[in-house]
């Protein structure tokens, strides 16, 4: 993240900063520790701007845009805590924001911010953040195979096993897809994107066939698009991330079960489509 403009509460981001190959912010000195090497901020943001910062031990509440965004607010820490930072955002910074990503919890105890200064960000979603720098475990790749972007079998699987993706087969920031085959139908598959070139992988469209769950097909994927994440070497960040849902509990075990670290519980707001 490079920073540019004005002043936070301990935070005083700098300027004019370029990209470094390094596990810090290109411009590392636009964050204090431990926040110019968070996961998180790397894997997701980790070639935005920096225009405002509110800093306290412990949580950052920062204005930013880039790595494919427009304006936002996002929050990491403590929620009672960056729920004081948010008080403390300008009215003219809050009616930049496009989108607020905080700890959850934060607006219940930020009501009157979020029905005052942010009452144009109407869409919220609660969704969790999970990271691994190690090969997962408990789940052997063997068989998995790459396959190309733009594949139309893996829009004929996700259309059965998975309507609801996120993500658009088409989406220019994917790089990769990993499927496994039983005889010569594709039963399971994820997808991997770079929010921007040079950042970690980030995993999206884990699914596998309804007729075929329950036999561990979706940790095998998992495990060779891990394993071939971490064979990089991105400019800023390292590891393989990928989020979902706060109610999907099913996936939540899935993942924690082979490893991936459930780092961060997070809400959004929005301006609704």
């Known amino acids: 993240m490079t920073a540019r403009g004005g002043t ?12 470094v190959a390094s596990d810090g912010f290109p411009g590392a000195i636009a964050l204090p520790r431990p926040w110019d090497v968070e996961p998180y901020l790397l894997s997701n943001h980790g070639y935005s701007q920096v225009h405002r910062s509110w800093e306290v031990p412990g949580s950052l509440l920062v204005l930013t845009s880039g790595t494919g965004r427009s304006t936002g607010l996002l929050g990491l820490g403590d929620a009672a ?14 009616a930049q924001a496009r ?3 905080l700890p959850r919890g934060t607006t ?35 068989g998995v195979e790459r396959l190309a972007v733009g594949d ?17 087969t088409a ?34 469209s884990v ?33 393989v991330s990928l989020s979902l849902y706060a109610s999907n509990d099913r996936a939540r075990r899935v993942y924690l079960r082979h490893g991936f670290e459930l780092r961060h519980e997070l809400e959004s707001l929005r301006q609704e489509r």
Do not use: K, N
């Open 171 to 204: 989406d220019p920031r994917l790089f990769g897809w990993w499927g496994l085959r039983e005889g010569s139908a594709l039963v399971a598959v994820v997808g991997a994107l770079r929010f921007a070139p040079g950042l970690a992988p980030y995993l999206v």
């Open 81 to 94: 805590t960056v729920a004081t930072l948010l008080a403390q955002v300008a009215a003219e910074d809050a």
């Open 152 to 168: 139309p079998e893996i829009d004929e699987l996700l259309a059965v096993a998975h309507p609801a993706a996120d993500t658009d």
């Open 108 to 142: 219940a105890l930020a009501a009157d911010v979020v029905t005052g200064t942010l009452a144009h960000l109407q869409g919220h979603g609660e969704w969790d953040w999970m990271w691994t720098g190690s090969p997962l475990r408990d789940a052997d790749p063997m």
């Open 99 to 101: 989108w607020v990503t």
């Open 207 to 239: 699914a596998t066939h309804p007729e075929h769950r329950g036999r561990g097909l979706a940790g095998r994927v998992l495990a060779a698009a891990v394993l071939d994440g971490l064979a990089e070497t991105p400019r800023v960040g390292r590891g």
């Open 8 to 19: 936070g509460s301990a935070c005083t981001p700098g300027a004019g900063a370029e990209p």
